[in-house]
């Protein structure tokens, strides 16, 4: 592949070859090999992205769309979002951290009830086993930095029914808004919003646990304040997700500062405000809107935001 691109850009491979060639070179080299397009709504460098040229799977991978069987959803979008489009109903909906930010590692992943093999989580995601394949870990898609449609240079940020209004066109100067990651989805779903198939992956949106006690000490995250209380609390309750996901709200109580648990508790049920990324703007997330009694927290979520309740 060297020849054909730069493999060591940034971390990415940036290949001059289209994807059904690049198709066919991965699946002449093994049966066992996989491709899985990743951050599939993002609008530049993705499968379904506005600026990508694709609407379906066979457009992108021509006579080699029967071996794509699964997608990454990326930060912009969750599998909610995806099960409006009929599709992708036979398509599995995974979700993957960027290998090249450490820190972020674990912020999406697939949870599998497998062995510890490649052959065994890339049959549960194929074939879509629901006992196999548990869940994902997921972003809350607001706050990924393409959901929205937007002109960051001008800070505009539109739904995509503003947009629509708007012509695409900037209200500022006039030049294309990017369009984002849920105004795609709309123009390519053939089901409203809220739709469920009856083969679909469950889902549990969550936000790291050092981000829910920084905003709840009200410092930032590279704090020694947040860092001492979040290795505090994963060597008191082991893990990171053994803390967001299954201990109880009692558990956390008794373990834990109350401002932190109750920003758990809060985040699980879905209780956070956010101000929705776009063109390239990362959405912002508020746990609390006003200062937890028992912090320094700053309050205030401004008129920009709003709030969104999510079942887990």
Known sequence: ???????????????????????????????????????????????????????????????????????????????????RLSMLDNISLISCS??????????????????????AMFSAIRHKNPSKFLFTVEFFPEEGKYHYDGHRDCQIRWTPKETKAHNKLCSVCGRPVTVGVMHRVDDLADRSDGFRPATAIPFKSMIPLQE?????????????????????????????FKILLETSADELRAALLPEIADGIIKVREGKVSIAPGYDGEFGKIKIFSEPHPASSASGGLGTSLHFMERGI
């Open 98 to 119: 960027d290998a090249h930010s450490p820190s972020k590692l674990g912020r999406e992943v697939c949870v599998f009830e497998t062995e510890l093999s490649y052959n």
């Open 1 to 83: 592949l060297n020849k054909i691109g730069n493999l060591t850009a940034d971390g990415r491979p940036i290949l001059g070859l289209d994807a059904e060639k690049l198709a066919e070179i991965v699946f002449n080299i093994s049966k066992y090999c996989v491709i899985v397009p990743a951050h599939a709504w993002t609008p530049w460098f993705s499968i379904f992205g506005s600026k990508s040229g694709f609407d379906t799977i066979e457009e992108c991978f021509g006579k080699y769309s029967k071996y794509i069987f699964a997608i990454e959803t990326g930060l912009s979008s969750d599998p909610a979002m995806n099960w």
């Open 212 to 240: 829910i006690i920084a905003e709840s000490k009200g410092r930032g995250v590279g704090t020694k304040a947040v860092q001492e209380a979040y290795h505090s609390a994963v060597q008191k309750l082991r893990t990171e």
